[in-house]
């Protein structure tokens, strides 16, 4: 169950503008006490401290008494507090999700400023202590990925990306005219949504009162009374304080919204004290798992990793031009090789020498053809790039979530399925208990799994019982020579460079092992059929694709290498 709580930049304004009146100039401790249940306790002079229940749950901020800290069984609550350092300020930003405490302590720590930040964004609840001079992160009540940004101690801090949305900076005219614009022309359904994208302090909250009638009618005289109502909540002051009744559970507000039931609190710090007063006490849950939340932390670190290839593809961009370039050197000057060689030194077009790899096989005009086929595959691929990186975020930013979640004892309801359908995938292709494996293994400097058939029997136990469907399955064309399985369940090609070592291996394990360069054939595993009488080893295949490698052997070492570090 989440906190039916909702942080928006109305309220963490308000909530700002109470904490500072509260705060501002007191002696504080210069290090909060950050506790395994989300919480955040900062001491404050006059037997009090800061109090930030930050669990799912909960969601509440308080300043609270030592009696009823001792009452909570707050953790770190100590006697006789070190209060060496002072509330300078605080603050919010405007229209954000973000509490910024800033703290003075001379002498203490190096530049004597540090700021207690505390984000408020939905689902990443956090609370990190900020070097001021060095903007780097002391420490964090949740130490992790999130969004890109890193926030784990000692890293940089990096601000959520601001919200960008119109400020109430402007004259009224030019207000007006923003407003009409977003607003006028759309039906009356669609405002909400439109106001909270591009107007500040809305939020789907607010959104239906300050719409009002404008939500449901049109009319210029809708319009302006809910322009009204915006300009006059996004740039007033906020002197309110109410618990909402909502569908999800009490609310405080920095204002009553027309149509929802509200009672008036003493303040908003009173509010949630009032909540939390009231909410039912915790029952202890079963928390998930280790082994539950290790396959999502695996999962998240398989994302990074990804992240960490493609982006250094991405810093290769230009292979394609490359080997285009190659061609059309080779197709200039085609008396300058031989059927046979391996290679050819050839005048560049800016006044040097480029050497080029030949297959020894084809012809100067065949291989031409192969480097331009080549460089055609390279360019699809680097157009893909991007995509790719921009998906593996996506799991990143997903997974990192998931791992935050089951670290507080939540499970979000869609991890479950998502591990077990990686995990009968991995059934599926896994050795049983005390079976000989019918492959060597091999790890590609990308991280993915290759596997190698032993022998001809053995390639078809590697193809048929030890690969899932989606993996790339490849062989040395036309010539004897193992199966090969490169672990893949992502949708399109694999990474170039792990396709290309996973090919190497293929080429050495085969009768083409001498040749300078050999033509590789891969496909996906769904699309490899065994002939009904068909020999051991013997298979057909569609849907193939065909790359040239160099066997070099110090590849082999290599993936060996990186598969023993496993």
């Given at each position: 169950m989440s906190n039916p709580?909702?942080?928006?930049?109305?309220?963490?304004?308000?909530?700002?503008?109470?904490?500072?009146?509260?705060?501002?100039?007191?002696?504080?401790?210069?290090?909060?006490?950050?506790?395994?249940?989300?919480?955040?306790?900062?001491?404050?002079?006059?037997?009090?401290?800061?109090?930030?229940?930050?669990?799912?749950?909960?969601?509440?901020?308080?300043?609270?008494?030592?009696?009823?800290?001792?009452?909570?069984?707050?953790k770190g609550r100590d006697d006789d507090p070190d209060l060496s350092a002072r509330v300078l300020r605080v603050s919010a930003p405007v229209d954000e999700r973000l509490l910024r405490i800033d703290l003075h302590e001379g002498g203490r720590f190096r530049g004597g400023k540090r700021s207690l930040v505390i984000e408020l964004h939905t689902n990443q609840w956090n609370v990190l202590l900020v070097d001021s001079e060095e903007r780097r992160i002391v420490s964090a009540l949740r130490a992790r990925d999130a969004g890109g940004r890193s926030l784990m101690p000692g890293a940089f801090y990096q601000p959520p990306a601001p919200a960008r949305r119109t400020l109430p900076d402007r004259p009224r005219d030019a207000l007006w005219e923003a407003w009409t614009a977003a607003l006028g022309s759309l039906p009356p359904a669609e405002r909400p949504r439109e106001l909270v994208r591009r107007f500040a302090y809305a939020s789907p909250l607010n959104a239906a009162a300050l719409l009002g009638s404008a939500a449901s009618v049109d009319g210029d005289a809708a319009l302006e009374e809910a322009f009204e109502r915006w300009w006059e909540v996004a740039d007033?002051?906020?002197?309110?304080?109410?618990?909402?009744?909502?569908?999800?559970?009490?609310?405080?507000?920095?204002?009553?919204?027309?149509?929802?039931?509200?009672?008036?609190?003493?303040?908003?710090?009173?509010?949630?004290?009032?909540?939390?007063?009231?909410?039912?006490?915790?029952?202890?849950?079963?928390?998930?798992?280790?082994?539950?939340?290790?396959?999502?932390?695996?999962?998240?670190?398989?994302?990074?990793?990804?992240?960490?290839?493609?982006?250094?593809?991405?810093?290769?961009?230009?292979?394609?031009?490359?080997?285009?370039?190659?061609?059309?050197?080779?197709?200039?000057?085609?008396?300058?090789?031989?059927?046979?060689?391996?290679?050819?030194?050839?005048?560049?077009?800016?006044?040097?020498?480029?050497?080029?790899?030949?297959d020894p096989k084809l012809k100067?005009?065949?291989?031409?053809?192969?480097?331009?086929?080549?460089?055609?595959?390279?360019?699809?691929?680097?157009?893909?790039?991007?995509?790719?990186?921009?998906?593996?975020?996506?799991?990143?930013?997903?997974?990192?979530?998931?791992?935050a979640a089951l670290e507080a004892g939540e499970t979000p309801v869609w991890v479950e399925g998502a591990l077990r359908r990686g995990d009968a995938k991995e059934r599926k292709a896994a050795p049983q208990p005390g079976e000989r494996l019918p492959y060597r293994l091999y790890r590609t400097s990308g991280g993915l799994e290759v596997r190698v058939g032993r022998s001809s029997r053995d390639n078809d136990k590697l193809t048929f019982r030890h690969a899932a469907h989606g993996d790339v399955w490849l062989h040395a064309r036309s010539v004897p020579g193992s199966h090969v399985v490169l672990r893949w369940a992502e949708e399109g090609a694999p990474p170039a460079r792990d396709l290309e070592e996973a090919a190497t291996l293929a080429a050495l394990y085969s009768k083409a092992r001498t040749s300078?360069?050999?033509?590789?054939?891969?496909?996906?595993?769904?699309?490899?059929?065994?002939p009904r009488g068909a020999p051991p080893g013997r298979v057909t295949l569609i849907n193939a694709k065909t790359l040239f490698v160099a066997p070099d052997p110090a590849v082999e070492e290599r993936l060996r290498a990186e598969a023993g570090k496993d």
């Open positions: 709580i909702r942080f928006d930049p109305l309220l963490v304004r308000a909530v700002a503008a109470e904490l500072r009146a509260a705060l501002q100039g007191r002696s504080v401790q210069p290090q909060p006490v950050f506790d395994r249940d989300l919480s955040c306790t900062l001491a404050l002079d006059r037997g009090q401290a800061l109090r930030l229940d930050l669990h799912p749950r909960r969601g509440w901020i308080r300043i609270l008494s030592a009696e009823s800290l001792e009452g909570e069984g707050a007033g002051d906020d002197a309110g304080a109410f618990i909402l009744r909502t569908p999800a559970g009490p609310q405080p507000y920095p204002m009553a919204l027309e149509g929802v039931e509200s009672v008036r609190a003493e303040s908003l710090l009173a509010a949630f004290g009032t909540i939390a007063a009231a909410a039912p006490a915790e029952v202890e849950e079963a928390k998930p798992g280790p082994d539950l939340l290790g396959q999502a932390r695996r999962k998240l670190s398989g994302a990074e990793k990804r992240i960490e290839r493609l982006r250094e593809e991405l810093a290769g961009v230009g292979q394609a031009d490359r080997l285009r370039a190659q061609g059309d050197l080779l197709l200039a000057h085609l008396d300058w090789a031989e059927p046979g060689d391996a290679s050819v030194v050839l005048p560049d077009f800016d006044g040097g020498e480029m050497e080029i790899a030949l100067p005009h065949e291989n031409a053809e192969r480097l331009y086929d080549e460089a055609r595959r390279r360019a699809r691929a680097e157009a893909r790039l991007p995509e790719l990186l921009e998906a593996a975020e996506k799991e990143r930013e997903r997974w990192s979530g998931a791992v300078g360069t050999v033509a590789v054939d891969w496909t996906r595993r769904k699309y490899v059929r065994k």
